[in-house]
Structures are given as C-alpha cells and as structure tokens.
C-alpha cells in the first residue's frame, strides 16, 4: 500500500486506513464487556487495592469506580456537572499569529466544518469527561461530503477500554488483550481517529491524576455514614411492638401472634386470638447528629475538590456572605479558565488539525494550524468606557479602535451592514451660553430690512449722522460679545466679597448658637439685634456701580445702531 503523504501531528504519515472505519470496530468484545461495579461491599482494603492495581497500569477497576461514584453520589454528580458545564461557552476557531490570506480563510472554512458536526455541544461536553477521570478518549469515524472529510460520528468510549503503557511517555492504548512486536500490551490508537484529551487535576503518572482519586475516601467515609444513619433510622425510629401471649400458649398460637405484630408493623392492621396483647413502646431515644456532621463534611470536602470551595454549591447561613460567595466565584472560574485552556489545546491537535489536513487547509503544518480557543472574556461596563474612552483621546492617548471592539464585545461590522449612527447633536453649552448673549451688527453701509429694526433703530435713523460718533469698523464687521453681558459676568464674580460684611454677623450667631445650644426661639429672638452690625455697604456701591455700568453701556449700544442705522 502507497505510504500516505498526510502527516499526522507527531510528523509521521497516517494509515489511510482510519479514514474508513473506527478502530474499534475491529473488537467487539469490548462492546460486550459489562461494568464490575466495585462499589458493591466497598471496604477500605478494597478501595486501596483497586488504586494500587490502577498504578500498575490495570485502569478497568478504577475506571469502573469512578462510574459508580458519580452514580450513585448525587453531591459529585451534581458539582461535577457544574464544573463541566462552566466550559461550555462559546467557541471560535482563529488564525495563527500574524496571517496569511490563506490562514484567514483556512480558519474561516475550519468554522464552518466544525459547525456542522452533528451534536457538537454534545462532543465538547464529552470531551470534559477527562476533568474528573484524568482522560477522555472520543472516537472519530470519518466520511467525505462533496469534496469535504468530515466526521459522521464522534463517539465517547468508556476509559475502562483502555490500557496505559508505562514507557519514557506514559501511552494510552486501546485495550485489545495482545501485545505488539515490541512486548506492549494493547494497541496504538490510530492518528486522526481520536480526540485523546488528558486532563491535569495535578500533576504525576497519568492513572494518579484523575481527580476522582481525590474523591473516593471521602465517597468511602460518606457511603458508610449514610448507612450508619440509615440503620439508626431503622433502630430509634420505629417504635417497639410487643406481644403477649397467654400462659401455656401453642406454638401456633405464638406464630399466629408474631405475624400480627409484623402485619401491624407494615400495614397499621392485624387480628389476634383473644387473650393475646400487643403493646407498643416509645421510640428509643438517639442523636444521629453525628452521622449529620460526618455527612457534611464528606460533601463540603467534595466540593473542595471540585469546585475548589464551598459556598457556591450551597450555603450554611452562618459563614455565607455574598463577599465570599463572590471571591469562591472567582475561584470558580478560574478552574474554568484552566480547563477550557487544556480542552483547546486538545481539540486543535486532535480535531482542527485532521481535518485541516484532510481537506488541504493546513498547507504549514500542525505549527502553523488555526486554533480553537474559547470566548470567557467578560463584557466590561459599557458606561464605564463610554465615560473614560473620549477622555483619554481628548489628552491624546492612542487606542486601536479594535482593542475597544473587542474590550466591549462589539464586533466590527461587515462591508455594507448597517451601523448605527451618532445623531444630531446642539452645540455645546459653551457655545449656545455665548451665542444667547452675542449681537450680530450690520456691517457699515449694509441694508438693515424693515421688519428687523428695533424702535431704538427707527428713532435714532432720524437723526443726522454727523451728530453721531463713529462706530469702530472692526465692531461693525464682526459679531462681537454683548457688552452688558460681559459686565454682569464680571461683577458676579465679586459678590461673595460684597456679601461678606453683612453676613458674616449671622454666621457667627449660627456659630454660636451651635456651641452654645441654644434653642430655634432663643437663636429667633436675638436676629433683631443683628441688623445693627450688618454692614452692607460694600454690596450697596458694589450695586451702585454696577448700576452705572449697566446704563452706561445700554446707552452705547443705542448709539452704537444708531450710527449703523445713520450710515444706512
């Protein structure tokens, strides 16, 4: 057979082979094999047998443990469950670092082939089966659409099919019951037929990384407490029922009245012989507080190790604050930022890369393939940005225009799409405060119509124009500030100095009467007796002069149209 000119991601050329049916397909013992469930009876000595058989590299009981925990332990099914569903977000497929045209659109029909896969969000959860059993192994079966490879399935195989080979790599191996040339027990899994995805709940060989080895005392510790508590229940919960029978009864007799006490004990009805009693005593009196606490903590040191910490599974009301709920929220996510990173670096080795490959998109080589990444980037405070962006610009601070796009979760539109568009803003506060208070003159000599003339204009048109004094030519041409305007401007910048004298009485008799204490008719009855040290006679010239002002510059205005109206 002609040697493939495909290379898989370790450089050497792949088996056409796998492109035409899974490698499991080949054994079909596998399919038949039942789980052993070890749970069953679960001792402490067996529990430390099952882990010690898995570092020697038999995975099936201990992978057939874990199955039974997430069984048949609502605590870590449920955290688990949330763990794996923190990296579900949404995904994208980008090109590698400073692209090519090609790259681009090598990464953008890569997007669209992996869209297509039937049940995708099914396969990434799939995939998250590694976070809690160590490694995940899903099986790609391939076939050509049009001029397209791509996969029909991808299929979970259980862990408890594989083997590992403990050599200079450890190797996961499908576990077919022969060895190779080589002595290995197992077979190679074949490049592009699977999505291999070992996940690092610490780091160590592989069979000890899984973070169920993590769990499986406390399950142990919780699984005999809750039986403790169950058979305590059993104990001191149901009342003592007892019979009596009558001196020299048969042994008829006694069967007869052991079956009514067990009638009564299930269905609350039975019939005796006369002569016979029954009686029943009170409960007997317990605390199962004990296997309450031992419970707990098992399920608090689960959370621990799935979640790395407690209050965002549940809350005691004694320790919950929404503080440290928040900081255990981050912790949170930082677990999930860490798995999404592994689960990406697998998913572009192992999925984007075959088909890549295989359809002519990775012209560079595994270095060179588009990566799959995951969007956990949270939106920031549109306000926040929207208040501090035109700031920095006005001082002069360069920002790309991507960066914001991508900071606010904004994407940058397509050619032709419609975008919205800032409307029609008044002029700034600024500019309408000076244009309220601005007079646009008549140039000397222009034609004033008729409508527009005030009754200044009309009156002072009448008189000679050698009777009025000249009006400056740079005034008359250009829109100038209203005089009177600027002058009210400037005095209100000095009313506090003018304001002082009269006030300052007052405030020192709020002053005092604060220290003092006095009372609202005490601080009343002394006002009159103020009047006499108000001094308001820098406000009274403060007014006087700008009492002289305003006049003054309202009879230069006059002048002022009427030497235009004169000009006329």
């Known amino acids: 057979m002609a040697e493939s000119k495909i290379l898989g991601p370790d450089g050497q050329p792949i088996e056409r082979h796998a492109l035409h049916a899974p490698q499991t397909a080949h054994y079909g013992h596998l399919q038949r094999e039942l789980q052993t469930h070890p749970t069953r009876g679960l001792t402490p000595t067996k529990l430390a047998a099952i882990l010690e058989r898995a570092e020697n590299g038999d995975l099936l009981s201990q ?25 579900l977000v949404d995904w994208s497929i980008d090109p590698p670092d400073n692209p090519s045209a090609a790259e681009q659109k090598a990464a953008a029909e890569l997007t669209e082939l992996v869209a297509e896969i039937a049940d995708f969000e099914d396969v990434l959860f799939d995939v998250t089966d590694a976070i809690g059993k160590g490694f995940a192994c899903l ?81 142990l510790f919780k699984n005999y407490s809750v039986g403790d508590l169950a058979e305590f229940l059993e104990i001191y919960g149901i009342p003592v029922r007892i019979g009596k029978y009558p001196h020299g009864a048969s042994d008829k007799e006694k069967t007869t009245l052991l079956r009514a006490l067990v009638g009564i004990g299930h269905n609350a009805a039975g019939i005796i012989p006369e002569g016979m009693q029954l009686e ?7 605390d199962p507080e004990a296997f309450r606490l031992m419970i707990e903590w098992c399920e608090r040191t689960q959370s621990k190790v799935i979640l790395g910490a407690t209050l965002t599974s549940g809350a005691d009301g004694k320790s919950s604050t929404n503080a440290l709920g928040n900081v255990h929220n981050e912790v949170r996510k930082d677990l999930r930022d860490s798995d999404i990173r592994q689960l990406g670096s697998t998913l572009t080795r192992d999925l984007l890369y075959p088909l890549a490959a295989l359809n002519g ?10 990566v799959f990444s995951f969007k956990t980037r949270e939106r920031e405070d549109l306000t926040a940005y929207a208040d501090a962006l035109p700031k920095l610009v006005a001082i002069g601070m360069q920002i790309p225009v991507q960066w914001a796009q991508e900071e606010l979760g904004i994407p940058q539109p397509e050619e032709g799409q419609p975008v919205l568009q800032a409307p029609a803003t008044p002029a700034a506060n600024g500019s309408a405060h000076f244009a309220a208070h601005t007079r646009v003159l008549p ?49 209100a910048q000095d009313w506090q100095p003018a304001m002082q004298p009269m006030l300052q009485p007052l405030l020192d008799a709020l002053e005092r009467a604060r220290t003092q204490g006095q009372s609202a008719q005490e601080f009343l009855a002394a006002l009159p007796q103020l009047l006499q040290d108000m001094d308001a006679s820098a406000l009274q010239r403060t007014l006087d002069a700008l009492t002289f002002a305003a006049r003054a510059a309202g009879v230069a205005g006059l002048r002022g149209d009427a030497v235009d109206e004169g000009r006329a």
């Open 280 to 286: 029943f005593m009170d409960a007997a009196r317990g």
């Open 443 to 491: 140039a000397a000599g222009a034609d004033v119509p008729t409508g527009a003339q005030n009754p200044a204009q009309a009156f002072y048109k009448t008189l000679p124009a050698a009777t009025l004094s000249a009006q400056p030519a740079a005034f008359a041409e250009n829109p100038q500030p209203d005089p009177l305007q600027e002058a009210i401007d400037e005095a």
């Open 139 to 219: 099986e790609i079966e391939w076939h050509k659409v049009g001029p397209y490879h791509v996969p029909r399935h991808i299929t979970h195989r259980p862990q408890s099919w594989f083997t590992l080979h403990r050599g200079q790599r450890q190797e996961l191996r499908l576990r077919t019951g022969s060895t190779d040339a080589d002595g290995i027990v197992g077979e190679r899994l074949w490049p592009f037929g699977w999505i291999t995805h070992v996940h690092r709940a610490k780091s160590g060989y592989l069979e000890r990384t899984a973070m169920f080895r993590a769990l499986v005392w406390p399950y």
């Open 63 to 87: 992978f057939d443990l874990f199955e039974d925990m997430e069984e048949k332990d609502g605590h870590i099914a449920a955290e688990l469950g949330k763990r794996r569903r923190a990296a």
């Open 361 to 370: 998109l990775a012209p560079g080589g595994m270095r060179r393939t588009p």
